[in-house]
């Protein structure tokens, strides 16, 4: 966790970083990255979630979750939580998230609004998990308007314009 922080600060020093946590499994590492790394970090989070997953003594997983949050936003660190949300670098609302586990087989879905009137969607089926050739079905459709945010992902971009439309099929 040392070494990737490390990486971390060196990679975003000049840059605007954004620490994304997953569900509360991932929350634990998270905790540990982020005092790792040496820039000025702001956390925001707000997001319900219900369900009931249980593990089987042969490790299947067997039940549903759902998560959903009903806006949210990722600002430069500098920037106060009360601010407008024009300031923001990406905003969401809706954002869902459902999932089922059947042992063998899972399947979910995403759904989000994003800023400008850009939107989130997708599906995925998973089959034969425990075999020895597991499938996946799924698609995504993103639609962004605006790709200025891009670069607080890939730290070697700066200064992204354009918008983007894909259909993603696995």
């Known amino acids: 966790v040392a070494e990737l922080g490390a990486a971390?600060?060196?990679?975003?020093?000049?840059?605007?970083?954004?620490?994304?946590?997953?569900?509360k499994g991932s929350f634990m590492f998270a905790a540990?990255?982020?005092?790792?790394i040496d820039l000025p970090l702001r956390i925001e989070a707000v997001i319900e979630g219900n369900g009931d997953i249980r593990r089987t003594k042969d490790g299947a997983l067997f039940g549903e979750a759902h998560l959903s949050s009903a806006s949210g936003r990722v600002s430069e660190a500098a920037t106060s939580p009360q601010e407008d949300a024009a300031d923001a670098l990406l905003t969401y609302e809706n954002l869902k998230v459902d999932a089922q586990l059947a042992?063998?087989?899972?399947?979910?879905?995403?759904?989000?609004?994003?800023?400008?009137?850009?939107?989130?969607?997708?599906e995925a089926k998973?089959?034969?998990l425990s075999g020895a050739a597991p499938t996946i079905d799924a698609h995504a459709k993103l639609t962004m308007p605006d790709l200025s945010f891009a670069d607080l992902f890939?730290?070697?971009?700066?200064?992204?314009?354009?918008?983007?439309?894909?259909?993603?099929?696995v």
């Open 8 to 23: 971390i600060t060196r990679d975003y020093a000049e840059r605007p970083l954004v620490l994304l946590c997953v569900l």
């Open 32 to 36: 540990d990255l982020a005092r790792a």
């Open 103 to 122: 042992g063998d087989s899972a399947q979910g879905s995403l759904s989000t609004s994003l800023n400008a009137g850009g939107r989130l969607e997708g």
């Open 126 to 128: 998973l089959a034969n």
């Open 154 to 169: 890939v730290p070697q971009l700066s200064n992204v314009q354009g918008a983007a439309n894909a259909n993603i099929t």
